[in-house]
């Protein structure tokens, strides 16, 4: 008779038990929002000048550094200082709860961080619908010739930065 008391107690332990080791086991303490890896190998970093209506970049091929040249509207919707700059460059992965904006491959960066100085602004990667209304990122939306920025100046439109 006890037996059958404690029985459920017992069942209900081990299964408790077993979905916390399950939650651990899959999310690796990390909330489980990761962003995507390819299952291909990573593009090379950008090398070369990307140029725009508004501006260039210019990226070494070393991952990590950067020498703008924006116009007065790009520099002030962007956030960064106008002309000639040098500084660093990240891309992310857009906000993922519970980690926020992480560094990924370019490929599938959904933002751009460039740090110029003791200034930084995070640019939004994507592409404007004709209307302006709305702008889409994906997977695959910057490539190794094409960096695509989405600004806002009362409506959405496209920087498209060019490789040649």
Same mark, same amino acid.
Request: charge should be neutral; glycine fraction near 24%.
């Given at each position: 008779m006890r037996i059958r008391k404690i029985l459920p107690w017992i069942m209900a332990v081990l299964i408790v038990a077993g979905g %916390?080791?399950? !939650? %651990? *086991?899959?999310?690796n303490g990390d909330g489980g929002n990761q962003p995507y890896e390819p299952p291909y190998p990573a593009p090379n970093p950008h090398e070369g000048l990307f140029e725009s209506e508004y501006g260039t970049m210019e990226f070494n091929g070393d991952g990590s550094s950067i020498k703008i040249n924006f116009n007065a509207t790009l520099a002030q919707l962007a956030g960064l200082p106008e *002309?000639?700059?040098e500084g660093t460059y990240r891309f992310l992965s857009g906000n993922l709860p519970p980690n926020g904006s992480v560094e990924v491959? !370019?490929?599938t960066a959904h933002e751009l961080e460039i740090t110029i100085g003791e200034t930084r602004a995070v640019l939004k990667i994507g592409e404007a619908s004709a209307d302006g209304k709305s702008a889409t990122v *994906? %997977? *695959?939306t910057v490539k190794e010739d094409r960096i695509p920025l989405v600004f806002n100046d009362g409506k959405n439109f496209t920087v498209e930065f060019i490789n040649k």
């Open positions: %916390i080791i399950w !939650y %651990i *086991g899959t999310h *002309g000639p700059q491959r !370019y490929d *994906g %997977i *695959g």
